[in-house]
């Protein structure tokens, strides 16, 4: 399955915005995103596993969306679980400095953890808690679900551009990379 051949099962009118997307993250330094497509040819995600963050366009039963998340590496035992990294909260603040609109669309848009038996149960390790300008919400993997207009796809990169500016101060400060983080010990309630 080549890149043209997921891209042409795409729905039409968003060809351009998964191209334009495509282009940008590649491109992208310090970050450094590594496009994957789904054997089925029907979902094309980007990783920029340093720092943990994935990009994903999806079609299924004829239904498109795309998203962005801080995923979770989950080889082994539920206490090895980790994320890699999750710099959504540091990120909001940086672009609310300057672009407060696009901060609230943002945390507006994080995907709302439906709990209980609904998800994963009581103890879900995808359970993400965030706090934002004096809001919280639990999220499903910290996942930011996008609508389908081309705002939603200008804020994906967008968010992704500030992000990548956020990583790059932490390298020009010496910060060292990001640990693990071991998900069976972050306190996911709210």
């Known amino acids: 399955m080549t890149f043209e051949n997921v891209l042409a099962k795409m729905p039409h009118e968003f060809q351009c915005e998964i191209l334009e997307t495509d282009k940008y993250l590649k491109a992208m330094r310090p970050l ?36 962005f998340q801080w995923y979770i590496v989950f080889n082994g035992k539920p206490e090895t679980w980790h994320r890699r990294a999750d710099y959504m909260e540091e990120t909001l603040a940086k672009i609310s400095e300057t672009d407060n609109p696009l901060s609230v669309r943002i945390y ?34 910290g996942s930011v679900e996008l609508g389908l207009n081309q705002e939603s796809f200008c804020d994906a990169r967008e968010f992704i551009r500030n992000f990548n500016e956020l990583v790059k101060v932490k390298i020009a400060n010496e910060e060292p990379p990001p640990e693990k983080i071991l998900v069976c010990k972050i306190n996911r309630s709210i």
């Open 32 to 67: 450094k995103f590594r496009r994957a497509l789904d054997k089925n040819g029907s979902k094309i995600t980007y990783v920029a596993s340093e720092y943990g963050i994935s990009y994903m366009f999806k079609i299924s039963d004829n239904e498109f969306k795309h998203n």
């Open 108 to 141: 507006d848009a994080l995907k709302n953890c439906p709990g209980l038996d609904n998800c994963y149960g009581e103890r879900c390790l995808a359970r993400t808690p965030y706090s934002f300008n004096g809001k919280k919400k639990l999220t499903c993997h």
